[in-house]
């Protein structure tokens, strides 16, 4: 591989680099899920007052509203959060040349946003990142739990947004260079996706159906 | 060089002085220069001197120098073509064979460490064999030829970067005249083929500075090669509002709207077509309802498809997750099974636990 | 013959917890931190270490190491971070007493994690490193040799029902072969509460029930489930199991505790690996089929302002929701709901064996400033829960705080205003 100018690095993150980051990725979500899902439950013996599936679905969709008590003890927390995961896709996937990306590769599309709209989504996204950042530098509970990966998966998920604000106001020249420097970002969170807790966004379906299931089994509201 | 000037040459040809200060003043503007320089560059153009130009054709289609020849009319910017003494081009030369030889190894030698040395076209590296020119290879011809040059312009994306030769798989090992040439000025007009008026732009600088213009870190003048495609187009307005044509012949084709999404190459590739444009200013590629190929970038031809958008990845992705699908599927089951045993042997190797174990217990009965 | 109890076999024991639920949950915490607002001994200390997802660090551990191929490349190349008998020891405070199992934090987790079910599962392995505290341990052991965890004897239960069939002059029936229901009893209820007991002849002698209890299996309460050993759970369970099915009844009564609820109406056929031949119903729910059937005949209403505060293993984990406020509309007129209340409500902060852990004292009068926060904000004059140990430690922190709000079991209001017939 011969990085020797900005378009032969862009050839390279749209060809390979592309490749080998999403094989990795597919690779290594498969195996997690895998890991998890066969492992399995013990069949629960005790009479169920209620059903999983339901239950389990609706728990899915529930803990995206977060409680009224959670809410009161850290809007902060829960505001930028909400913030950010919107923002971040918004940004990923109303994005007219995200959606060309999601159209040639799954084969699925759907309108997208003007682009100053979705410009305005990744400053704000940014913001709100850099907020949370150092939120969690700062509270105590945060702090006391983070560790190298959550900042490592923070500068990851940050990188992928800060490099595609570069790349479309070309405030890095030549432009193969900013858009070369976004897909190899974009690539990095692909890689590192399947190894950390960016899993969560796989996972978290499981983990609340999980939840919701059990719940539902003893008549509790999910 | 010859003792004509350029002005005495062009008022020949029948064009007015009103015409050449227009030139001169379009010209200024076009390489960035304050207005107050225009009487200067009118100044230093009327007195300009004849240079001996060698042009080197190696592997190439003479498409460039079709670009530069076949005007309609003649133009002020053929005439400064026509104004230089190209002492050797071997597809417009009336000579052949050893008298064409004969007039390059004159010329060099006339105007030894003055001649400039333009050539198009890439330089294969593999086998010399692969493009000869009177028995002599390329490579030797370039590198005898700009031995004692002043300076040596690449005119096309072959000279430039190798261009369509140097595309994947590259066959004859071709290179740019920039791998070969490190020791001279060189200047690189990108382009497959470049703008008319970018080469005529570059030797009217050359012409009346008797300097090269200011190179970009690819070599090519920034004046000219400083802005995308994108940032000067005049569809930009409806890529930021999201107004896309979504095929040649679809209703965002006919009202003129953004070709990102048909594959236009215009973000990433730096030219002047949207300013100055072709043919007399007629039009240019993306007025004319075809996206931006990004013909003077690098690699352009291994850059995938010219109608798949920029953010489309290109390499054959379908098949690597293809095989990432099946890997991962094994890999996770193996390793699924290997935790289910994992936590069978844990269950079977487990110890019932009974409240006289707690060592709280047995020191208690000890004491008892 | 004792068996040995050291690390390896608490981290055997913590292997054997992992399953696809806990899996999923490990690989999708973010350290968001918001579990830590949920839980009362995070907010009435304000220190991280009781964060909910870091209590079940032991569990993670054990989890990244044995069941991802990631955490076992980790370990073969010495980077990951081992269980050790120090770590446990570290982590014992923080499982035992700072922990109720409360099963708030499960509920406000945005990525759906049941963070209580996972601190339940370290329990295995701290009592398998011989890391459960004193307390429980004793607690645990009266259980098993005495059949008590507060060393309650069938006589002293004999000698409370001799004295409430005197006073009264209801029959409180024992080893009625093919009753109906068989009820269960806390060792806190006998003790402290036997008014429960009389309540519910009462109140089954009004609908017509044809109930017992079993001198064999008396018992409700499960310090195995308690100090967090699947293997002394068991062994109780299988009591109360026995004792039912000796008399050949049709329902069990769970009685007016937690943990006791939980331990045999949704462990225990996991734990002795059957299902039941018998139904378990909590009071609550009994007395809300009486009531809908028209068989509970209540007169007369409570006027004192009150509220109710639900024990979490009958409420949030155990889905007894309902019941409870149906039964208060019947007999309370000024009946006000604190602010988190239901499936949300704040635990006592003695359940899951802090209570019976003395260690855990003040750190759980520390946590009742939540319940006293709750409480100001109603300003009642009464409370009622349904949870016999949740009644002693809601007591015991009011007054400690100096407030002067008696606590009543919903049971016993319900019974005094049954109508006279």
């Known amino acids: 591989m011969d990085i ?57 969709l529930s803990r995206s509203l977060v409680d009224k008590g959670t809410f009161r003890r850290s809007p902060f927390v829960v505001v930028v959060g909400y913030i950010w995961h919107i923002g971040f896709f918004v940004c990923l996937l109303l994005f007219v040349p995200h959606i060309e990306l999601l159209h040639a590769t799954l084969g699925i599309k759907w309108p997208g946003l003007p682009n100053p709209l979705v410009d305005s989504a990744a400053a704000v996204t940014m913001f709100a990142m850099l907020a949370l950042l150092i939120h969690r530098l700062m509270h105590p509970v945060m702090k006391f739990l983070s560790t190298y990966e959550d900042y490592l998966v923070w500068l990851l998920t940050f990188l992928p947004l800060l490099t595609g604000y570069i790349a479309y106001h070309r405030m890095i020249n030549p432009y193969p260079a900013a858009l070369g420097l976004h897909l190899l970002s974009v690539e990095l969170l692909l890689v590192v996706f399947p190894f950390t807790k960016l899993m969560h966004a796989f996972t978290l379906f499981l983990a609340r159906w999980y939840t919701g299931a059990m719940m539902g089994r003893k008549g509790i509201e999910s | ?124 590296l593999d086998n010399p064999g692969f493009s000869t020119i009177a028995g002599i290879s390329n490579v030797d011809m370039l590198r005898e030829t700009v031995a004692n040059a002043h ?218 | 013959m004792t068996t040995q109890l050291n690390i390896a076999k608490g981290i055997n024991a913590l292997k054997e917890q992992i399953d696809a639920p806990t899996a999923a949950f490990f690989s999708s915490c973010v350290h968001c931190g918001l579990c830590a607002e949920a839980c009362l001994f995070y907010t009435e200390t304000s220190d991280p270490r009781y964060t909910p997802i870091n209590k079940v660090e032991p569990l993670k551990r054990v989890w990244e190491s044995e069941f991802t191929l990631w955490g076992k490349l980790k370990k073969v190349l010495g980077l990951h971070k081992p269980v050790t008998d120090e770590l446990l020891a570290e982590w014992e405070p923080l499982i035992y007493d700072g922990c109720t199992l409360c099963g708030r934090c499960s509920m406000v987790c945005p990525v759906g994690n049941d963070i209580s079910t996972m601190i339940r599962k370290v329990r295995e392995g701290m009592v398998a490193s011989d890391h459960a505290p004193e307390g429980l341990v004793g607690a645990s052991t009266r259980a098993v040799k005495i059949g008590s965890p507060m060393g309650v004897r069938l006589k002293a239960l004999e000698a409370q029902i001799r004295h409430i069939e005197a006073d009264t002059g209801l029959t409180i029936p024992i080893d009625v072969q093919g009753a109906d229901y068989m009820a269960l009893l806390s060792s806190m209820e006998i003790i402290n509460f036997p008014e429960y007991i009389e309540s519910l002849a009462k109140i089954f002698k009004q609908a017509g029930i044809s109930w017992t209890l079993s001198s064999e299996a008396f018992e409700a309460t499960n310090s195995g489930i308690q100090i967090g050993s699947s293997d002394i759970a068991r062994e109780l369970v299988q009591r109360v199991v026995d004792g039912a099915e000796k008399l050949q009844i049709k329902y069990v009564i769970s009685p007016e505790c937690g943990h006791a609820y939980t331990a045999i109406r949704w462990d225990g056929p996991n734990l002795i690996g059957r299902p039941y031949p018998f139904k378990v119903v909590h009071i609550l729910e009994l007395l809300d089929q009486l009531r809908q059937s028209g068989r509970l005949k209540t007169s007369g209403q409570y006027s004192k302002r009150l509220t109710f505060h639900d024990p979490c293993q009958i409420v949030r984990k155990g889905g007894v929701e309902a019941q409870p406020r149906h039964l208060l509309g019947l007999v309370a007129s000024d009946f006000v709901e604190m602010a988190d209340h239901g499936k949300m409500n704040w635990c006592c902060g003695g359940g899951g064996g802090v209570s019976a852990n003395e260690r855990a004292d003040e750190i759980r009068l520390t946590a009742f400033k939540r319940k006293k926060a709750q409480l100001d904000e109603v300003n009642v004059e009464v409370m009622v829960t349904a949870c016999a140990n949740c009644r002693l430690v809601l007591e015991e922190g009011l007054e400690e705080n100096n407030m002067d709000i008696p606590v009543i079991g919903l049971s016993e209001l319900i019974s005094d205003h049954l109508t006279e017939e």
Request: aromatic share 8%.
């Open chain 1, 4 to 60: 020797s100018n900005a378009n032969e690095f862009l050839i390279w993150t749209r060809g390979s680099g592309f490749n080998i980051a999403v094989s990795i990725f597919i690779i290594g979500v498969l195996i997690r899920i895998l890991e998890i899902v066969l492992l399995g439950r013990k069949q629960d013996l005790a009479e169920p007052r209620g059903t999983e599936w339901g239950p389990g679905f609706k728990n899915i």
């Open chain 2, 1 to 124: 060089m010859s003792k004509q000037s350029l002005l005495d040459m062009l008022q020949q040809q029948g064009i007015t002085r009103r015409g050449f200060l227009k030139y001169c003043s379009a010209l200024t503007s076009l390489m960035a220069l304050p207005p107050s320089m225009m009487p200067a560059v009118a100044a230093a153009l009327e007195t300009a001197r004849r240079p001996s130009v060698i042009w080197l054709s190696f592997q190439e289609c003479t498409g460039c120098t079709e670009s530069l020849t076949r005007s309609h009319s003649p133009t002020i910017e053929g005439l400064i073509f026509n104004h230089i003494s190209l002492d050797y081009h071997h597809t417009l030369q009336a000579a052949s064979g050893t008298a064409a030889e004969q007039a390059r190894e004159q010329a060099m030698h006339d105007n030894k460490g003055k001649y400039l040395v333009i050539v198009d076209g890439s330089i294969p």
């Open chain 2, 151 to 368: 300076a040596v312009i690449a005119v096309g994306t072959c000279a430039a970067y190798g261009g369509l030769p140097h595309a994947s798989p590259n066959p004859t090992g071709a290179v740019s005249v920039g791998e070969l040439v490190k020791d001279k000025p060189l200047i690189n007009i990108p382009g497959c083929p470049p703008v008319p008026t970018v080469i005529s732009g570059v030797l009217a600088h050359y012409l009346t500075f008797g300097s090269i213009p200011e190179l970009d870190e690819l070599g090519r003048p920034k004046v000219f090669y400083g802005q995308s495609i994108h940032d000067r187009c005049y569809r930009r307005s409806f890529y930021d509002k999201g107004k896309f044509a979504m095929s040649f012949d679809d209703e965002g084709a006919r009202k003129g709207w953004c070709l990102y999404r048909l594959g236009c190459k215009g973000p990433m590739t730096y030219n002047a077509c949207a300013t100055l444009k072709w043919n007399q200013q007629t039009s240019w590629p993306v007025e004319s309802g075809h996206g931006c190929l990004g013909c003077s970038e690098p690699d352009f031809w291994d850059a995938g498809s010219f109608y798949r958008a920029l953010s489309i990845p290109d390499g054959d992705y379908a098949k690597a997750a293809g095989y990432a699908v099946a890997a991962g599927v094994a890999v996770g089951a193996v390793a699924g099974v290997m935790n289910r045993s994992t936590k069978a042997s844990a269950v079977s190797q487990h110890s019932p636990v009974s409240v006289d174990d707690f060592s709280v217990n047995k020191n208690n009965n000890q004491e008892g």
